[in-house]
């Protein structure tokens, strides 16, 4: 049993610096009980994961969260070893040798699939690749997406569908006043996009998306919400079994959009429900050619059921954002079905010292603020295992010992005074061009950015 002391401290690596990974680090912190020293690591040389690449670029207010986030990371116990693969630059076997205590917080970065045919289609995509291409995420900025559809079906009724919706549709100088990646300003400054299609396969009152996100389609300057009156309506049982608050809110505003006069603009955003995808078409040349959907009714359980009655969308780009996916870490268990490390209230099953938090925990589920209190329980968990002598020992728990590993594979590691000289950069660069961020998105850049 190790005595944890302030010279010889808790160490535990952190595996993800997204939202999850910098609360489960700020309630180490936080706890009183046992001294610690904390590695976060991160396969990119940026911290701060999906706040940097998920959150849509013109929700800037959802990305101050980040204030807190550098104050964690600049703790004095706290080091950030970004530009650092699990798996491959840091080894399942060299964690436990390094850490008394290793905390998988690596979010959900895959998608689920439609499963139906034609998904393969040249222009059919995951909302996830889409998003993650705006916001300049290194692995998929170099991608040549070229935006030719002048009708785009998003499929799904949550709050990332409606995210590539509002930026597919908003004007050049409405993103402008957001940090969305410059390479994408310039493809949808010269895009084609008139008619968006939200597709849900079940009724207004099972969508996903949060109010606030849904009003927005409504202050577009360019685009008009259209919404069919029809699949809006609600029996008065479905109406009186609506009793989540935000659910009925939203249906109020559905209402709403479907009895404006639309004004005329240049773009439409049509909230479709009750429908399908069944087939993405063929153009002919491999290409999405169009989306075959079937009508919906509910059962008695709330459950869609196809009408047999089919319509075609005129649309060449197909988004498929129906829920991200855990992908399995080297050496690490994986329940394949769920997509999330198999674990027992954050504690991996099977394996001492060895914890989860996050989507990567639970499923891909709730805002970035559900992660806070996921996080601090999983945290005092692995407490009390260090507190009941539970924890292996690690047998090199010198912060120096980690630094030699990682120097003699030639990793490039990137620190938190790096990421900060980093963003200085991308600040003062956003500021000349008029914007709130103008972000490097290559890695080789971004390394060049190092403190000097």
Same mark, same amino acid.
């Given at each position: /049993?190790t005595?944890?002391?302030?010279?010889?401290?808790?160490?535990?690596?952190?595996?993800?610096?997204?939202p999850?990974g910098v609360?489960?680090?700020?309630?180490?912190?936080?706890?009183?009980? &046992?001294?610690?020293? &904390?590695?976060?690591?991160?396969?990119?040389?940026?911290?701060y994961?999906?706040?940097?690449y998920?959150?849509a670029?013109?929700?800037?207010?959802?990305?101050?969260?980040?204030? #807190?986030?550098?104050?964690?990371?600049?703790?004095?116990?706290v080091?950030?070893?970004g530009?650092v %693969?699990f798996?491959?630059?840091?080894t399942?076997?060299?964690?436990?040798?390094?850490y008394?205590a290793?905390?998988?917080?690596? *979010?959900?970065?895959?998608?689920?699939?439609?499963?139906?045919?034609g998904?393969?289609?040249h222009?059919? /995509?995951?909302?996830?690749?889409?998003?993650?291409w705006?916001?300049g995420?290194?692995?998929?900025?170099?991608? %040549?997406?070229?935006?030719?559809?002048?009708?785009v079906?998003?499929?799904?009724v949550g709050?990332?569908?409606?995210?590539v =919706?509002?930026?597919?549709v908003?004007?050049?100088?409405?993103?402008?006043e957001s940090?969305?990646?410059?390479?994408?300003?310039?493809?949808?400054?010269?895009?084609?996009?008139?008619?968006?299609?939200?597709?849900?396969?079940?009724?207004?009152a099972?969508a996903?998306?949060?109010?606030?996100?849904?009003r927005?389609?409504?202050?577009l300057s360019?685009?008009?919400?259209?919404?069919?009156?029809?699949?809006?309506?609600l029996? %008065?049982?479905?109406?009186?079994?609506?009793t989540?608050?935000?659910?009925?809110?939203?249906?109020?505003?559905?209402?709403?959009?479907?009895?404006?006069?639309?004004?005329?603009?240049?773009?439409?955003?049509?909230?479709?429900?009750?429908? =399908?995808p069944?087939?993405?078409?063929d153009? #002919?040349a491999?290409n999405?050619?169009?989306?075959?959907?079937?009508?919906n009714?509910?059962d008695e359980?709330?459950?869609?059921?196809?009408? *047999?009655?089919?319509?075609?969308?005129?649309?060449?780009?197909v988004?498929?954002?129906? #829920?991200?996916?855990g992908?399995a870490?080297s050496?690490?268990p994986?329940?394949?079905?769920?997509? &999330?490390?198999?674990n027992l %209230? #954050?504690?991996v099953? *099977?394996?001492a010292?060895e914890?989860?938090?996050?989507?990567i925990?639970?499923?891909?589920?709730g805002?970035v *603020?559900?992660n806070?209190?996921?996080a601090?329980?999983?945290?005092?968990?692995?407490?009390?295992?260090?507190?009941a002598?539970s924890l292996?020992?690690?047998?090199?728990?010198?912060?120096?010992?980690?630094?030699a590993?990682?120097?003699?594979?030639?990793?490039e590691?990137?620190?938190?005074a790096?990421?900060?000289?980093?963003?200085?950069?991308?600040?003062a660069?956003g500021?000349q061009?008029?914007?709130p961020?103008?972000?490097?998105?290559?890695?080789?850049?971004?390394?060049?950015?190092?403190?000097?």
């Open positions: /049993m005595l944890f002391t302030p010279d010889r401290p808790l160490r535990v690596a952190v595996i993800g610096s997204g999850s609360f489960a680090t700020e309630a180490l912190l936080k706890q009183a009980a &046992v001294p610690v020293s &904390v590695d976060v690591f991160d396969r990119l040389p940026t911290p994961g999906l706040v940097r998920g959150v670029p013109d929700h800037l207010t959802i990305k101050s969260v980040t204030k #807190g986030f550098e104050k964690t990371l600049s703790d004095p116990r080091r950030f070893l530009n %693969e798996g491959k630059d840091l399942h076997a060299e964690a436990k040798a390094h008394d290793i905390l998988y917080t690596v *979010g959900a970065s895959s998608d689920r699939r439609l499963g139906i045919a998904e393969d289609l222009g059919s /995509m995951s909302a996830t690749e889409f998003v993650a705006y916001n995420h290194p692995d998929a900025a170099a991608r %040549e997406l070229v935006l030719s559809a002048s009708g079906a998003v499929v799904g709050n990332v569908a409606l995210d =919706s509002r930026i597919l908003k004007t050049v100088a409405e993103l402008r940090d969305i990646a410059a390479h994408a300003l310039e493809v949808l400054e010269r895009s084609p996009v008139t008619d968006v299609w939200i597709l849900g396969r079940r009724g207004p099972q996903a998306f949060t109010t606030k996100e849904l927005e389609f409504g202050e360019d685009a008009d919400p259209i919404v069919k009156t029809a699949e809006v309506q029996s %008065e049982a479905e109406e009186a079994a609506i989540d608050n935000t659910k009925k809110k939203n249906v109020e505003v559905l209402r709403d959009f479907a009895v404006r006069t639309p004004e005329g603009k240049n773009r439409r955003v049509h909230l479709r429900f009750l429908v =399908s069944v087939e993405i078409l153009d #002919g491999g999405v050619g169009g989306l075959k959907v079937e009508r009714r509910l359980h709330g459950n869609a059921v196809g009408t *047999g009655d089919y319509e075609t969308l005129p649309v060449q780009m988004l498929r954002s129906v #829920g991200y996916r992908v870490l050496g690490v994986f329940d394949e079905k769920r997509g &999330v490390i198999p %209230e #954050g504690r099953e *099977g394996r010292g914890y989860t938090a996050g989507w925990k639970r499923g891909p589920s805002v *603020g559900t806070r209190k996921d601090t329980d999983t945290v005092a968990h692995l407490i009390a295992d260090a507190n002598g292996p020992s690690a047998q090199h728990p010198e912060t120096a010992a980690i630094d590993l990682l120097a003699a594979k030639n990793v590691v990137f620190t938190f790096d990421w900060q000289a980093l963003d200085a950069h991308e600040l660069q500021q061009q008029g914007r961020r103008h972000k490097v998105v290559q890695r080789e850049e971004m390394l060049k950015h190092r403190k000097r």
